[in-house]
């Protein structure tokens, strides 16, 4: 197995402990050495050299390497924090065991023996003399004026580990608690370099830590049925960054969360450049963030689903999904194995022939990866994050999410059903903004999820929203339901800009519908929003409604608004714009139509505006702009088009007003 370290690391910190300084532990160059107990490593520096410790417990030890700072007296008495100040008066610290530097636990909500809520505070100066501790940053609106803080110093602990592996000899015999590396009450702790196996648990658990760093490690936990995580966050982990690293296997890459009696406030917690292969058969996500207050930023990070077709195969068995009955039944079995071909043969065009029906069987609620689920209050900004064969890439959920700030840029989603997730049934999610500026969406021929939205909202109130630059490509755009007006608000102008939607000649019958789904669920409800407008919009494809504003009852309508559009390679079996249930508006300013003998709108109940100005229309003669074969039109308004010999409405419907050229 290797030579016992345990022996070595003891002497090392002992000689921390007697000498007060940090000491260098350095092992040799890639050795095997066993550790048979939980060690503690504060104050170290380890250098490892390539070489593994491989966790191999005699006992009933769970957690490999610890480090542990200590947590002074909390005092509540006489504490007042300023709300959004950088001090805190408090006349129960004692000025002498304070100083410049130091770590301050500051918290709210407290009882006599733990905390509820906390932040983590360098101390930038004491002023013994008025009883004020000043901070280098700010607190946050955490704490009322009413409400007294809980004031206590940390002792904490240091600890530095580079270029090491880690691995776990029986990996089964850990629980979900316990860690490769667990640091709690850390200042500037560095963990570089390490590599973990079999990390069934967390390889790095980092509690109520300041400025942690992890930096260029992995977690390979590819034979362990998707157990364990990456890096966990918990309680006021302040200041974090994970960096340039990959977890493969596993249940969570990074994720963050607290228990009930110390759940902390995690401040400017970065993740750049992380990337994790999820496994688990569970619904979990390569990035989880807790029911807490936060502020994050992803940058460069990537999820992938990792289904493995055994661990696939087994959790069939177990479900008893994988019966003899549904071996015998071609319609069920065959969805499995037209799965197995599927994983065997990525090249689709290596797999053999079935049904798509077959395909479809395997529903994408059966296959629940996420790449990063928020149930936080706070801020989240998410910068270049790639996402591939996935339910969804971003999901946001749970009723402690309240003024939420959500900023997605240049996000990457392919094979993934529902790229931008808001809010789903029994959630009071809450969010003061969405933005989605740079969204890829692509979805190949004849794959499952051609018919969800790149971007579904429900459940949910947002007071201010942005969508700029969404590409998808086979996908349905958005879809927006379970808004009621009432218990769920959202913007009533509802504005999409610089965005495209493609669709190859190949799709088959799976195509979506529509690309922009408005749904008014229940009786008398109105639609989520009233007026839709598309700034540069672009399409291209077959078979296809582009807009189809459905409702299940009698709604009033939308008002629609297209600027600059073009809209091309619409086929004379397609109709472009179906009109189920009343719209109040149509309005197209300088598009572009391009078809085949069809018609572009299709009017089947009434209306009351159509504007057109200055929109091109090409296409074989006989096309048309809009098809009215009985409805009502309130007013017609049309100037400046050129319709190359086309129609501009075929079966001229009732028509009150009608303005502009001839």
């Not at 999409?496 to 789904?517: K, V």
Request: include cysteine; aromatic fraction near 10%.
């Amino acid at each position: 197995m290797g030579e016992t370290i345990t022996d070595k690391f003891e002497d090392a910190i002992d000689a921390a402990k007697n000498s007060g300084e940090e000491q260098i532990l350095v092992l040799e160059n890639r050795r095997e050495y066993t550790i048979e107990r939980t060690l503690d490593v504060s104050g170290l520096t380890i250098m490892g050299n390539g070489s593994k410790l491989i966790f191999d417990f005699s006992d009933s030890s769970e957690v490999g390497l610890i480090a542990e700072g200590s947590l002074g007296t909390l005092r509540a008495s006489d504490s007042t924090a300023a709300k959004r100040t950088s001090f805190v008066v408090s006349s129960a610290i004692d000025a002498d065991n304070l100083e410049t530097g130091d770590l301050v636990l500051v918290s709210s909500d407290s009882t006599v023996a733990s905390v509820k809520i906390g932040e983590i505070k360098r101390v930038k100066k004491y002023d013994d003399t008025n009883d004020k501790v000043f901070f280098n940053d700010y607190l946050f609106d955490t704490y009322e004026d009413s409400d007294s803080p809980v004031v206590a110093k940390i002792s904490p602990v240091k600890l530095k580990i580079y270029d090491l592996e880690i691995e776990y000899a029986d990996p089964e015999s850990t629980d979900s608690e316990t860690a490769g590396i667990q640091v709690k009450y850390g200042d500037n702790i560095v963990i570089s370099g390490v590599k973990f196996n079999n990390a069934k648990a967390a390889a790095i658990r980092l509690k109520s830590c300041y400025n942690p760093l992890v930096d260029n490690c992995e977690v390979d936990n590819s034979n362990l049925s998707g157990e364990g995580h990456g890096v966990l966050l918990e309680n006021a982990c302040m200041y974090s960054t994970v960096r340039d690293s990959n977890f493969v296997g596993i249940r969570h890459a990074v994720i963050t969360s607290g228990d009930s009696a110390e759940r902390g406030l995690l401040w400017e917690a970065s993740i750049h450049n992380v990337s994790g292969t999820i496994m688990t058969l569970d619904e979990e996500s390569a990035f989880s963030i807790g029911e807490t207050t936060a502020s994050m930023t992803f940058r460069d990070c990537t999820a992938i689903g990792g289904w493995n077709i055994d661990e696939f195969t087994q959790w069939m068995e177990e479900t008893e999904y994988l019966t003899d009955d549904i071996v015998s039944s071609p319609d069920l079995y065959g969805g499995y194995k037209l799965f197995k071909a599927r994983v065997d043969n990525p090249d689709t065009s290596k797999l053999p022939n079935s049904n798509l029906d077959e395909w479809e069987m395997l529903d994408p609620d059966d296959f629940t990866y996420g790449g990063i689920e928020i149930k936080c209050k706070g801020d989240v900004v998410i910068h270049n994050f790639r996402t591939i064969a996935l339910k969804y890439g971003v999901k946001v959920l749970g009723d402690e999410v309240d003024n939420l700030n959500l900023m997605i840029k240049d996000m990457y989603a392919e094979e993934v059903a529902y790229p931008v997730y808001v809010g789903e049934s029994g959630d009071d999610v809450e969010l003061d903004l969405l933005s989605v500026d740079g969204l890829i969406s692509t979805s190949y021929k004849d794959s499952y999820d051609h018919q969800y939205p790149a971007i579904l909202i429900r459940y949910s109130s947002i007071n201010k929203w942005y969508f700029n630059n969404i590409k998808c490509y086979n996908k349905r755009l958005m879809e927006i339901d379970h808004i009621d007006g009432s218990t769920f608000v959202v913007p009533q102008e509802l504005v999409i800009s610089n965005s495209s939607l493609t669709y190859s000649d190949a799709l088959s019958g799976s195509s979506p519908s529509e690309y922009l789904l408005m749904l008014a669920q229940d009786a008398g409800d109105v639609y989520p929003v009233s007026t839709i407008v598309f700034n540069n919009l672009k399409t291209d494809g077959s078979k296809l409604f582009y807009v189809q504003a459905v409702s299940e009852t009698t709604s009033s309508g939308l008002f629609f608004v297209f600027n600059n559009c073009t809209f091309t390679n619409i086929p004379a079996s397609s109709i472009g714009f179906k009109n189920d249930i009343g719209i109040e508006g149509l309005v197209f300013n300088g598009c572009v139509y391009e078809t085949n003998g069809s018609r572009f709108i299709d009017l089947n109940s009434d209306a009351g505006y159509i504007g057109l100005s200055g929109n091109s229309f090409l296409g074989s003669l006989g096309s048309s702009l809009i098809n009215n074969p009985s409805s009502h039109l309130d007013t017609l308004y049309h100037t400046g088009n050129v319709l190359n010999g086309n129609t501009l409405i075929n079966n001229s419907p009732s028509t009150d007003k009608e303005y502009g050229d001839t």
